[in-house]
């Protein structure tokens, strides 16, 4: 009975259960969609429905008698907080999109100033980095908030469903702006600055290190299985399966998604005036290296065109949009994918449109031209920042499928274009498991 392990793979969009005994073919247990709702004008993720399908995954494997599982890891998207009281979370927790946080950070400016929490974190300034949530949540007295005991990122919170344990993991603590990044360990400053308090955070655990083990009225496997605190942020574990070098040259990542996330990987944080000019951010990797990177928005835009679409009554498959996107020759404008204005409009058609009258293929041919032009800015930018010539980009995730935007992005970028694993993300969270158990070497 070969020895199995088991990724909870948790997307903006949708989660998976996904298993390997070798590290390198992935069998899907189980999947479900996973998106935000609104309330009240607030935007929240449903983690009791989260855990539900979670929940249902496991007992699905547990049926499966051939397998001895020998390992559970847990990753998502980051800067996400659930809070919790006397053990329980108060609320849902709100998501990313949420507006609550829009204009936060030029306030909170006027109390820490932005070149020093650059220079203490080296991360990029997004509106809904953890930090800004906090310091919106202080301010506004959002009451799940204020009566927290203990904050946990989403990854860390599906660990403590599973086994009772509350860990703080650094890959996703990373991604909060709240972390050092010169002693990584959380910034009390920083921590205390946006409202929050340090006693709420559990301890801080590296990747490899065991959370717990699986609680039996979860899934009862017969056994103990341990939960292992992999790279709980999905990119960590994505670029995990990356490799440094590629046909003798380092190569840079292209993590494509509903975000598209392009970076190097470095053994120190390179945090200096370009960096903060080119905001460019400094995440935890496995090992202790630094994932330095650009969030880039992706696939968010076709999708949300997707759903516009299926309203219509056109359900479009992505090899269609693809096919369709081949027939126009030369998009009919370019747009920065990055602007505000696609963060969460009320309809991603006409944004995308911008006031031109387009057919569906020229908006799915414009989407992908905008991308490919976008990565190939910041792969100069990267190239400008890296300490070393990059001699290729390595895609992984979703897009490394869409082999027309792939084409279009290595002419963008100047240089040869590989294609890793689709579910690169469930891939790395094995490996770092299997790897903590001596059996696999990434």
Request: hydrophobic share 40%.
């Amino acid at each position: 009975m070969e020895n199995t392990y088991c990724a909870i793979d948790l997307g903006a969009t949708s989660g998976r259960i996904i298993i390997s005994s070798d590290g390198r073919t992935l069998e899907d247990v189980h999947r479900f969609s996973n998106q935000v709702y609104e309330r009240d004008g607030m935007c929240f993720w449903d983690i009791d429905k989260l855990m539900k399908e979670i929940q249902k995954g496991l007992r699905l494997l547990a049926n499966r008698k051939d397998l001895h599982v020998s390992g559970i890891g847990v990753d998502t998207w980051g800067v996400d907080v659930v809070y919790i009281k006397e053990g329980r979370a108060i609320a849902h927790p709100r998501a990313y999109r949420d507006p609550y946080t829009n204009g936060i950070m030029e306030d909170f400016f006027r109390i820490v100033p932005r070149e020093l929490i650059y220079k203490k974190t080296g991360i990029q300034f997004l509106p809904f980095n953890t930090i800004f949530q906090f310091y919106a949540c202080h301010t506004q007295h959002y009451a799940p908030f204020e009566q927290a005991d203990k904050y946990l990122f989403m990854p860390d919170y599906v660990s403590y469903m599973l086994t009772g344990k509350m860990v703080c993991e650094y890959t996703i603590l990373s991604t909060s702006q709240l972390l050092n990044a010169h002693t990584r360990e959380l910034d009390v400053l920083l921590v205390e600055a946006c409202g929050a308090r340090m006693s709420c955070f559990p301890k801080l655990v590296m990747p490899g290190e065991r959370i717990g083990v699986l609680k039996s009225e979860i899934a009862d496997f017969g056994y103990d299985i341990p939960v292992i605190a992999i790279a709980g942020h999905d990119t960590a574990s994505a670029v995990a399966t990356v490799p440094r070098m590629y046909d003798g040259k380092h190569t840079a990542y292209l993590s494509s998604g509903t975000w598209s996330l392009m970076g190097i990987v470095s053994d120190h944080p390179l945090i200096n005036k370009q960096s903060e000019q080119m905001n460019f951010t400094n995440e935890g990797g496995i090992e202790g290296t630094v994932r330095v990177l650009k969030n880039i928005t992706g696939m968010w835009i076709l999708e949300q065109c997707r759903k516009e679409w299926a309203a219509q009554g056109k359900d479009y498959s992505h090899p269609q949009l693809i096919e369709m996107a081949k027939t126009i020759t030369e998009p009919t404008h370019l747009f920065n994918p990055d602007d505000a204005r696609f963060a969460n409009p009320s309809s991603m058609l006409d944004e995308v449109c911008n006031g031109h009258t387009m057919t569906d293929a020229e908006i799915v041919a414009c989407i992908f031209h905008s991308l490919a032009y976008r990565y190939g800015e910041v792969f100069r930018m990267l190239q400008q920042l890296a300490l070393w010539e990059i001699g290729s980009l390595y895609i992984i995730g979703g897009g490394a499928r869409n082999t027309y935007l792939n084409q279009l992005t290595e002419k963008a970028v100047g240089v040869p274009v590989i294609t890793g694993a689709a579910e690169a993300t469930a891939l790395g969270n094995i490996q770092v498991q299997m790897q903590k158990n001596k059996q696999y070497s990434i």
